[in-house]
Nanobody
Framework: VQLVESGGDLVQPGGSLRLSCAATESIFSFTVMAWYRQEPEKQRELVASITAGGSTDYADSVKGRFTISKNKSANTVNLQMNSLKEEDTGVYYC????????WGQGTQVTVSS
């Protein structure tokens, strides 16, 4: 199984980005799919998750600004990020779990003026 992230970029505070995670197998075969974020010299932290049934959960720091969703036709899990803040900067990783966890290679998001 491979997970490939895309969509990272440099954006100004207040801006928006949409990240995508493409899987080589059906995204619906995973019990949970999630986005994590890692800043330099810090631990990777959970940003948002979505279950096979579509239930979502978010870190308190992104509630109301980020939305995780599945695109069945494209077989992707997306993260819409609005009202971005400098503290959202980091490498964003896609993770899929189905008894075993799988990670993507990450995509860099930089929020800076």
């Amino acid at each position: 199984v491979q997970l490939v992230e895309s969509g990272g970029d440099l954006v100004q505070p207040g801006g928006s980005l949409r990240l995508s995670c493409a899987a080589t197998e059906s995204i619906f075969s995973f019990t949970v799919m999630a986005w994590y974020r890692q800043e330099p010299e810090k631990q990777r932290e959970l940003v948002a998750s979505i279950t096979a049934g579509g239930s979502t959960d978010y870190a308190d720091s992104v509630k109301g600004r980020f939305t995780i969703s599945k695109n069945k036709s494209a077989n992707t899990v997306n993260l819409q990020m609005n009202s971005l803040k400098e503290e959202d900067t980091g490498v964003y990783y896609c993770h899929g779990y189905r008894g075993v966890g799988y990670w993507g290679q990450g995509t860099q998001v930089t929020v800076s003026s």
